[in-house]
């Protein structure tokens, strides 16, 4: 069965220099319904407004994903790692035993849009460490391109987690099928635009949640950008 996260009942939080949603609970936000599901513990929709950001901060056991949806994020770390974050581009930093790192809207003019993703690693003390990986849109427009997996395969990101992470771009009467095995689980999240999931109407932010053995069908009611997670 279908359970869906509508993006209406999300925790918010507005700091003026930062506007962000919670699809599961986070910061200020607690509800014991909404602690993760599966692996994935933390979607949060971010905005930031031009010129600030989030200062030094550190993690541990944790692999932080950072997808862009419009604008551009700068990222620095205690890795020694530097680089800005575009659409199109995915980030995957694994902060394991420790890390530092600060992200900041690299743009004084515009501000940037992203989707913060924490997925629980498979085991915790890893070594920390970051890759990060432009995907055209040509790869994902009616298609589901993988963006992040457990084995890195077909040129995705490595997750240390066994989590298969896609991503697509649909079209309104564009469609792609997913086949969801007997034991995992399945979240979808959409990014912008609007989708049916098996026949059931999401919004933008909405998310939702699907357990196999089941096919999953995406199916694009506008120009839509959505993320799809299979996991163990």
Known sequence: MLAIRHAEQRGHANFGWLESRHTFSFGSYFDQRFMGFGPLRVINEDRVQPGQGFGTHGHSDMEIISYVLGGA???????????????????????GTGVRHSEYNASDTEPVHFLQI????ERQGLEPGYEQKAFPAEEKQGQLRLVGSRDGRDGSLTIHQDVDLYATLLEDGDEVR?????GRKAWVQVARGSVTVNDLQLYPGDGAALAGPATLRLAGTSEAEVLLFDMG
């Open 178 to 182: 997913h086949e969801l095995a007997d």
């Open 118 to 121: 924490w997925i629980l690693p």
């Open 73 to 95: 994020l700068e990222h620095k770390d205690s890795m020694g790692t530097g680089s800005i974050i575009q659409p199109g581009d995915v980030q995957r930093m694994s902060a």
